[in-house]
């Protein structure tokens, strides 16, 4: 059986091949953080959607162009992956960051 320290140790060895993105693991919650570093996301990024209802709904999303960078990612991540994560804005809005 995986002892969880090791398990944390693995998470922080994948997310360090990431320029960029700096892995905050838990300590204690059932979710990690995952905290972007300034230069990392812009407005023009995008993912590809498959799906042209997705990406339908997707525009009726981004209609905001004052959307935190990190909020517009977790929308995209959704739509292009089905892929729920939480943008961290709603408890510590200095950082671009999910969870």
């Known amino acids: 059986m995986l002892q969880l320290g090791s398990v944390v140790i693995g998470w922080l060895r ?3 091949t990431f320029r960029g993105i700096k892995f ?12 972007f570093d300034e230069s ?7 993912l590809a959607i498959e799906d042209p209802k997705l990406q339908a709904l ?6 905001d162009s004052e959307m935190p ?3 517009r990612f977790v929308y995209y991540l959704l739509a292009a992956e ?6 961290i804005l709603h408890s510590v809005p200095i950082f ?3 969870e």
């Open 14 to 16: 994948f997310w360090e």
């Open 24 to 35: 905050n693991p838990t300590q204690g919650a059932f979710y990690n953080t995952i905290v």
């Open 40 to 46: 990392l996301l812009t407005p023009t990024q995008s």
């Open 58 to 63: 997707l525009d009726t999303w981004l209609v």
């Open 69 to 71: 960078l990190d909020k």
């Open 82 to 87: 089905q892929i729920c994560v939480v943008p």
């Open 96 to 98: 671009e960051a999910f």
